[in-house]
Every structure is written in structure tokens, then in C-alpha cells.
Nanobody
Framework: QVQVMESGGGLVQAGETLNLSCTVSGLAFGSYAMAWFRQGVGKEREGVACITYSSITTIYTESVKGRFTISRDNFKNTLDLQMNSLKPEDTAKYYC????????????????????WGQGTQVTVSS
């Protein structure tokens, strides 16, 4: 059974930094792409960042480019999202998602539909 668990959310002020972490069990972590998604109140869910199994490729949604950094440690089975210069519009529940297809490239739509999801962690950015 695959288990995905996020941590690190909280309440911060605009311009501050927050780091989210995710641990995965029940999966050969180093063989699967990993992604962060988010969903704000009244907003559609969106892919935020994705990293391939080997960390060679990372992709970001346009609104977080240059501010967020996704990284992974395949020895510790952990995924991180470093979020700098946070804005009120970054307020959302953030989800860690493991791809269900081994050695595939990052693709938000596919991972959204078929990945393994955590319960999410709330990030609130005040202005």
C-alpha cells in the first residue's frame, strides 16, 4: 500500500519562505516522478511543480517559476518544495503526489488522474 504524507504547511506573511516536505512508503520511490499540486478555495486544482525520478528534469507552473524549487532525496524517499517570496495568491492546500507509472516523464495531467495522493497540507499567506 502506497502512503504519501506531507508536512510543513502553515501561516506566513507575504514575502516569507516556507518549505514543504513529503515522505513516501510502499513504492520504489527512486523510480517514479513526483509532483506538488495545490487547490485554493474556489479555485481549480493545479500542478505546481514536478520532478522526474532521476531529478534531471523539473517543471513548474508559470506563476511560481523563480520562487519555488522542487527537490528529492531518493535515499530518504523524501520530496521537498522550497517556497520563497510567498504571495497571498499562493494560499492553498498543497498535495504531494507520486506518479503511478515507473520511469515516466513529468506530466501534470496524467499524474493528477492516476497518481498516489497525500492528504494535503495548508499554506496560508497573509498580506
Amino acid at each position: 500500500q502506497v502512503q504519501v504524507m506531507e508536512s510543513g504547511g502553515g501561516l506566513v506573511q507575504a514575502g516569507e519562505t516556507l518549505n514543504l516536505s513529503c515522505t513516501v512508503s510502499g513504492l520504489a520511490f527512486g523510480s517514479y516522478a513526483m509532483a506538488w499540486f495545490r487547490q485554493g478555495v474556489g479555485k481549480e486544482r493545479e500542478g505546481v511543480a514536478c520532478i522526474t525520478y532521476s531529478s534531471i528534469t523539473t517543471i513548474y507552473t508559470e506563476s511560481v517559476k523563480g520562487r519555488f524549487t522542487i527537490s528529492r532525496d531518493n535515499f530518504k524517499n523524501t520530496l521537498d518544495l522550497q517556497m520563497n517570496s510567498l504571495k497571498p495568491e499562493d494560499t492553498a492546500k498543497y498535495y504531494c503526489v507520486a506518479d503511478s507509472r515507473k520511469n515516466y516523464a513529468c506530466q501534470f495531467q496524467r499524474i493528477d488522474a492516476s497518481g498516489y495522493w497525500g492528504q494535503g497540507t495548508q499554506v496560508t499567506v497573509s498580506s
